[in-house]
């Protein structure tokens, strides 16, 4: 069983920055592409970044890109998403995600079906 649990979220004003964290455990996290998704009121999750288990390869969404950057730690066990000049439509509930081992593959996916394991998602809001 896999635990990731998010903190970082908040309230802040556009313009702003906010640091979310997600900490893993239960499984060889260094083993698993991790990623970021979002979901806004009436909206469906939709994909923020990813990084793969090495760090090598890194996706963004094209709303976040050059804005967020993605990174991960695997001595900790925990994956990061900086977010500068946030925006009012940032506003959602952040998901951390992992996808299942990949002993082989060092990939990255923008795809929600390619991750196995969901944290309880944090919430931000930026404020205009």
């Known amino acids: 069983q896999v635990q990731l649990v998010e903190s970082g979220g908040g309230l802040v004003q556009a313009g702003g920055s906010l640091r979310l964290s997600c900490l893993a455990s239960g499984r060889t996290f260094s083993n698993s592409a991790m990623g970021w998704f979002r979901q806004a009121p009436g909206k469906e999750r939709e994909f923020v970044a990813a990084?793969?288990?090495?760090?090598?390869?890194?996706y963004y969404a094209d709303s976040v890109k050059g804005r967020f950057t993605i990174s991960r730690d695997n001595a900790k066990n925990t994956v990061s998403l900086q977010m500068n000049s946030l925006k009012p439509e940032d506003t959602a509930v952040y998901y951390c995600?992992?996808?299942?081992?990949?002993?082989?593959?060092?990939?990255?996916?923008?795809?929600?079906?390619?991750?196995?394991?969901w944290g309880q998602g944090t919430q931000v809001t930026v404020s205009s």
């Open positions: 990084i793969s288990r090495s760090g090598a390869r890194i």
């Open positions: 995600a992992a996808g299942p081992p990949a002993y082989l593959n060092d990939y990255a996916s923008t795809k929600r079906e390619a991750y196995d394991y």
